[in-house]
């Protein structure tokens, strides 16, 4: 089966039925694992991306966060939501099937705080320098919580079971 083909035709289905031009296919094993189209524009939530209702329906299925060993199709680059879901849940491998330099001409997402363009470059400011507006109220029973979760798990900071960058 071609892969990035059934992304496209998924992507295309969507547009078709009144949805956004987007689509995610989740392969593993040769065999596909899950699939969506983007659902925002039917549910009205901001994130049901492809990305993200993909790798939520093959998390499931595999009973696990991790997706290693499975290789996601993509119809674009990714935005900073589903670039973070994918780095997450760690991928052997993400195939993207055009940039938005490409889809430009045909297609803007240009809302409040979220241009494409510029979206990328607001991650390495200081969060009080980024345009969404945030503010720092600090609070000791926050890191409180962080402590008890360590405690639960023998002492240890780390997830257990994680791929790992130290590995």
């Given at each position: 089966?071609?892969?990035?083909?059934?992304?496209?035709?998924l992507?295309?289905?969507?547009?078709?039925?009144?949805?956004?031009?987007?689509?995610?296919?989740?392969?593993?094993?040769?065999?596909?694992l899950?699939?969506?189209?983007?659902?925002?524009?039917?549910?009205?939530?901001?994130?049901?991306?492809?990305?993200?209702?993909?790798?939520?329906?093959?998390?499931?299925?595999?009973?696990?966060?991790?997706?290693?060993?499975?290789?996601?199709?993509?119809l674009?680059?990714?935005?900073?939501?589903?670039?973070?879901?994918?780095?997450?849940?760690?991928?052997?491998?993400?195939?993207?099937?055009?940039?938005?330099?490409?889809?430009?001409?045909?297609?803007?997402?240009?809302?409040?705080?979220?241009?494409?363009?510029?979206?990328?470059?607001?991650?390495?400011?200081?969060?009080?320098?980024?345009?969404?507006?945030?503010?720092?109220?600090?609070?000791?029973?926050?890191?409180?919580?962080?402590?008890?979760?360590?405690?639960?798990?023998?002492?240890?900071?780390?997830?257990?079971?994680?791929?790992?960058?130290?590995?």
């Open positions: 089966m071609d892969f990035a083909q059934h992304t496209i035709d992507a295309r289905r969507n547009v078709e039925g009144g949805g956004r031009p987007f689509a995610t296919v989740i392969v593993k094993d040769g065999a596909i899950s699939e969506s189209p983007n659902r925002v524009a039917q549910t009205n939530d901001p994130t049901a991306h492809a990305e993200i209702l993909a790798i939520r329906q093959a998390c499931t299925a595999l009973g696990t966060e991790h997706l290693t060993g499975a290789t996601i199709f993509i674009a680059l990714p935005c900073p939501m589903c670039l973070g879901a994918l780095y997450y849940c760690s991928p052997d491998e993400v195939v993207f099937l055009t940039t938005r330099e490409a889809y430009e001409p045909h297609y803007v997402d240009d809302r409040k705080y979220f241009e494409f363009n510029t979206f990328y470059d607001e991650f390495a400011k200081p969060w009080d320098r980024r345009r969404l507006p945030m503010r720092h109220e600090s609070r000791d029973d926050a890191v409180d919580v962080y402590r008890v979760w360590q405690q639960r798990n023998g002492g240890n900071r780390r997830v257990s079971g994680v791929p790992s960058a130290l590995s």
